[in-house]
């Protein structure tokens, strides 16, 4: 497909009547290889491209896409468009209003020291053998490991004279042991949120191997461990926890479609409405979190996001108060707010681009981690979630974790099992009296939203933090 061809399906659009036209013309290509108990158990290798084809008639969307690029299919791509935007202004409640935004021209690539595309596939493989066999051990029924390069080019030409191409490449490892014993509970130790917008480079900073032993470790210690105390505790959670509890309790709820109810079939609303800015006590003054789509190798990192709109930051809770939202032009002009951070985003060319998360974080603290850790006589500290739950305004939810290890007089001890804690948002974050300067970024593959159903990857930062008086449960 020529470069021209997207500035000529805008103009087609707009002639014919539409007041705002896009078209997004994606590739995306994914290279992904899986071991099992160090058998090679797939290889996968796939690619796709297309244009999808976005106008606004009458203050509603039409939308279509295809994968065919000559003159007679986008010829009709367009007339598409238009006829949906048609039969959707006919029961459309709201008009839209697009939030203004600058004309944007440029391109974007991600920085890389070694592209994990042009590693070859037998040292990818050497790698994770490498981890494989550290995780070999008494009463490990099954080890896991696998990695995943993906590349996504993108190039977007609206009506308001925007232009921008992206290159945008990310990498993933994950590794998972599962552990089995006669009279015992079986004990899964994974955490496949090991992802990053960077090369082969990142792959190599997992250090595998190291992470294999430590896993296998845990869950051997976790398999013999005694069950836990049904108590009120001080706790401390590490960044893989709360990289998740910030992705469901903060991230979703602040996504601007959520409050416009455009989620509530699927996904649901939220308990942060917009007269709530500015007073609504999120969580204690140590708890800020911030929306940032610039961040070094955030997988929610962009030069623009699908709207055109630049990278940018912006603060979602500031000092334990709810400060904004996450928000697309659409839903940011529809609440009469300026947009606050790009956040549109479509899974690939043939998606309408919905408000995503980019990456949502926690803010670091100043305190370092063994002061915190110090300051906990007698409770626990929970690594990597288990299983969770939350209701539909992300407002109640309930986890369980991996890892729990006992804290006495500041120091970790022995294992124990079964830890697991129901909370609301606000009381569990209100609980929060410190957070350590040991920051970390994480990447989210699979974040699902929408109908039809849209898989994203997004990005999460956060530190150690102590929490007091959690009240914990036990799950036998």
Request: glycine share 10%; aromatic share 6%; with cysteine.
């Amino acid at each position: 497909m020529r470069e021209a061809d997207l500035g000529g399906i805008v103009d087609s659009a707009t002639r014919r009547g539409a007041v705002y036209a896009d078209a997004r013309w994606v590739e995306r290509e994914t290279e992904k290889v899986d071991l099992k108990d160090g058998t090679v158990e797939a290889i996968d290798r796939s690619a796709d491209r297309g244009v999808g084809v976005r106008v606004l008639v009458k203050g509603a969307w039409g939308f279509a896409a295809t994968d065919h690029t000559d003159d007679a299919a986008l010829a009709r791509l367009v007339l598409d468009a238009l006829s949906r935007a048609d039969a959707s202004s006919r029961v459309q409640r709201r008009s839209v209003v697009l939030a203004r935004v600058s004309p944007q021209r440029g391109e974007y690539r991600t920085p890389l020291e070694r592209d994990p595309f042009s590693v070859p596939m037998a040292e990818r493989i050497d790698l994770l053998r490498a981890a494989d066999d550290v995780m070999r051990g008494e009463h490990i029924r099954t080890r896991r490991a696998g990695i995943t390069a993906y590349r996504t080019r993108k190039h977007l030409v609206t009506s308001e004279g925007t232009d921008v191409s992206q290159e945008i490449v990310e990498s993933a490892a994950g590794i998972s042991v599962l552990a089995v014993k006669a009279g015992a509970k079986p004990v899964n130790r994974s955490e496949m949120r090991n992802a990053k917008q960077a090369g082969w480079e990142f792959v190599e900073e997992c250090d595998l191997v190291a992470r294999g032993r430590r896993y296998r470790a845990d869950a051997q210690g976790t398999l013999d461990a005694p069950l836990a105390e049904g108590r009120v505790a001080d706790v401390i959670l590490d960044q893989s926890f709360l990289a998740l509890l910030v992705h469901e309790s903060c991230g979703h709820p602040t996504e601007a479609d959520r409050v416009l109810e455009h989620e509530v079939a699927f996904a649901g609303t939220t308990f942060m409405w917009p007269n709530d800015r500015g007073s609504l006590r999120y969580g204690s003054d140590h708890v800020s979190m911030s929306a940032d789509s610039t961040l070094s190798g955030g997988m929610g990192t962009f030069g623009w996001d699908d709207d055109g709109v630049p990278g940018m930051s912006a603060k979602l809770i500031d000092r334990g108060i709810f400060a904004g939202y996450l928000t697309s032009r659409e839903t940011a002009g529809a609440l009469g707010i300026p947009v606050t951070i790009g956040s549109a985003r479509a899974e690939s060319w043939q998606h309408f681009p919905l408000v995503r998360m980019v990456n949502v974080s926690l803010d670091a603290g100043t305190t370092p981690y063994p002061e915190l850790l110090r300051g906990v006589e007698d409770g626990l500290l929970l690594e990597s979630p288990g299983s969770y739950s939350l209701d539909e305004k992300r407002q109640n939810f309930h986890f369980t974790a991996q890892v729990a290890r006992v804290v006495r007089h500041g120091e970790v001890q022995g294992y124990v099992r079964g830890v697991g804690f129901q909370s609301l948002t606000p009381h569990f974050w209100g609980r929060c009296d410190g957070v350590a300067d040991d920051w970390e970024l994480h990447g989210f593959l699979t974040c699902a939203k929408g109908e039809p159903l849209q898989l994203m990857r997004v990005g999460h930062g956060a530190a150690h933090a102590r929490f007091r008086d959690l009240p914990l449960e036990i799950q036998p």
